[in-house]
């Protein structure tokens, strides 16, 4: 945490009495202008359209159940973050790939016709390649879900990594089409508060009748200790710019892993400035990635296969991994110097066979 981050943490007792004294209503208004203000987007008159959960898997849960009840068919981005896929897959959803690739202008009206779903799922940027839409691509995506009757899902939770933030607005271009939409925003990403975190979905106004039952069965209220404290940091944020106390530590930590990991075969797929606080890595040729997470896993570091996040075609992440890049500067020093003796290690078992 930056200096004034920990001046945060070191009011806690002061928030928590604080969040006892005011009304649930005035800390959610007060959170989602933080949010929304932060992001650079306008707010909706209606504040109810605003869902608020304990996480944005929370969130996801509430719209996979739509999908399923609905039986929609989903048009899901790969690569993705596992869970997307997991629990789409838990509630037997049918669920059909949609490429990074396939996401441009020319090509988003060719490949959703040949899918035929009734949802478009993405993840913008997306976790773990770093990927996003334009505003063309998003303009043309949002115009043919709006001309098809298509719902459209957008996971930005990952939207404050940018290092330079949009100059155009996604939820006016969502509110002026008419589709129906449901935005997943969240801010467990972000912000290093020890899993103290608040989820967001915000929909259009036909989505709302049957989103506000699913939320309503999921939960009564986030906490308005939470909902203080993330002001705080939002807040705070707002305060600072996004260069100061969001992604210093994820650009050291980049630093780090490349200062080491380049001495040896991997490479690196995310850029300097990524606009996700992870790391994308492709393995040396003939290198499972699944063999080196477990020899890695033996070693004491814990990262991700690339299969976990080719959901429909899992060979196609079989040389690749994932490295979370919101972590402790030491820790991610050590972590990235036993990479380094894992990849030396299954280099030199293959040269013995």
């Known amino acids: 945490m930056t200096a004034t981050q920990v001046d945060i943490v070191e009011r806690f007792p002061e928030l928590f009495y604080e969040a006892r004294n005011r009304t649930q209503t005035e800390l959610e208004e007060d959170f989602?202008?933080?949010?929304?203000?932060?992001?650079?987007?306008?707010?909706?008159?209606?504040?109810s359209r605003y869902m608020l959960s304990y996480?944005?898997?929370?969130?996801?849960?509430?719209?996979?159940?739509?999908?399923?009840?609905?039986?929609?068919?989903?048009?899901?981005?790969?690569?993705?973050?596992?869970?997307?896929?997991s629990i789409l897959l838990r509630e037997n959803v049918d669920i059909v790939p949609l490429t990074e690739q396939d996401c441009t202008v020319e090509r988003i009206p060719v490949a959703l016709a040949r899918?035929?779903?009734?949802?478009?799922?993405?993840?913008?940027?997306?976790?773990?390649?770093?990927?996003?839409l334009s505003e063309a691509e998003f303009r043309t995506l949002v115009q043919y879900c709006a001309d098809r009757g298509c719902t459209l899902v957008l996971d930005t939770s990952f939207r404050f990594f940018c290092p330079a933030p949009a100059d155009w607005s996604q939820y006016e271009i969502l509110e002026e089409s008419g589709v129906s939409y449901i935005v997943?925003?969240?801010?467990?990403?972000?912000?290093?508060?020890?899993?103290?975190?608040?989820?967001l979905a915000v929909c259009s106004q036909d989505m709302y009748a049957d989103m506000y039952r699913l939320h309503d069965d999921l939960l009564q209220s986030v906490s308005p200790f939470h909902l203080r404290v993330l002001t705080e940091f939002i807040q705070d944020s707002s305060k600072n710019g996004f260069e100061e106390s969001i992604l210093p530590s994820v650009?050291?930590?980049?630093?780090?892993?490349?200062?080491?990991?380049?001495?040896?075969?991997?490479?690196?797929?995310?850029?300097?400035?990524?606009?996700?606080s992870v790391d994308w890595l492709r393995l040396p040729e003939g290198?499972?990635?699944?063999?080196?997470?477990?020899a890695a896993?033996?070693?004491g570091v814990h990262i991700l296969p690339g299969t976990n996040f080719f959901w429909h075609q899992p060979e196609r992440g079989r040389n690749l991994v994932r490295v979370a890049l919101a972590r402790d500067s030491q820790l991610m020093l050590e972590g990235a110097q036993l990479l380094r003796d894992t990849e030396i290690r299954l280099a030199e078992e293959r040269l013995r066979r």
């Open 297 to 299: 896993i033996q070693e």
């Open 287 to 294: 290198m499972d990635c699944e063999v080196f997470v477990h």
């Open 32 to 47: 989602i202008g933080a949010f929304m203000g932060l992001a650079g987007e306008p707010m909706h008159q209606d504040f």
């Open 251 to 276: 650009t050291k930590n980049r630093a780090i892993l490349r200062s080491i990991l380049s001495d040896g075969n991997i490479e690196f797929l995310t850029e300097m400035r990524s606009p996700v």
């Open 184 to 199: 997943l925003e969240d801010t467990g990403k972000t912000w290093s508060t020890s899993e103290i975190k608040v989820g």
């Open 115 to 132: 899918l035929e779903p009734a949802v478009v799922w993405l993840v913008s940027p997306n976790n773990p390649t770093g990927w996003m």
């Open 55 to 85: 996480s944005a898997s929370s969130a996801i849960t509430m719209v996979v159940s739509h999908c399923a009840r609905a039986g929609k068919r989903v048009a899901l981005i790969e690569p993705v973050f596992d869970n997307i896929s």
